[in-house]
Nanobody, 128 residues
Framework: QVQLVESGGGLVQPGGSLRLSCATS????????IGWFRQAPGKEREGVSC??????????NYGDSLKGRVTISRDNSKNTVYLQMNSLKPEDTAVYYC???????????????????WGQGTQVTVSS
């Protein structure tokens, strides 16, 4: 059974930083790509970032919403993907989800339909 467990969310002041973690069940190398998404109240879920896992190039991609303020990385030994977020703004407040697929996909997608497995999400609140 595939499980993705997010952690690291919380309350942070504007301009602050957070590092989110996505722990995968089983071997991380079983997944083709892993992505991060977010959904704010009343808005659609949007792609934040993606990292290619099975492909050795470890390619990444970033959505427009946090580009330049976020870095995705992985630690194969811990079966975990990280999302480092900096210079956070109140509009970054959302539930952040980790998603994964075992299907080969073109590039490193940041759209919902590319992913088959989803975590429960972790709340990020940016407020003073």
């Amino acid at each position: 059974q595939v499980q993705l467990v997010e952690s690291g969310g919380g309350l942070v002041q504007p301009g602050g930083s957070l590092r989110l973690s996505c722990a995968t069940s089983g071997r991380i190398l079983d997944y083709y790509t892993i992505g991060w998404f977010r959904q704010a109240p009343g808005k659609e879920r949007e792609g934040v970032s993606c990292i290619r896992i099975r492909n050795s190039d470890g390619g990444t991609n970033y959505g427009d919403s946090l580009k330049g303020r976020v870095t995705i990385s992985r630690d194969n030994s811990k079966n975990t993907v990280y999302l480092q977020m900096n210079s956070l703004k109140p509009e970054d407040t959302a539930v952040y989800y980790c998603a994964a697929t075992k299907r080969p996909v073109y590039g490193c997608p940041v759209y919902n339909s590319a992913y088959d497995y989803w975590g429960q999400g972790t709340q990020v609140t940016v407020s003073s």
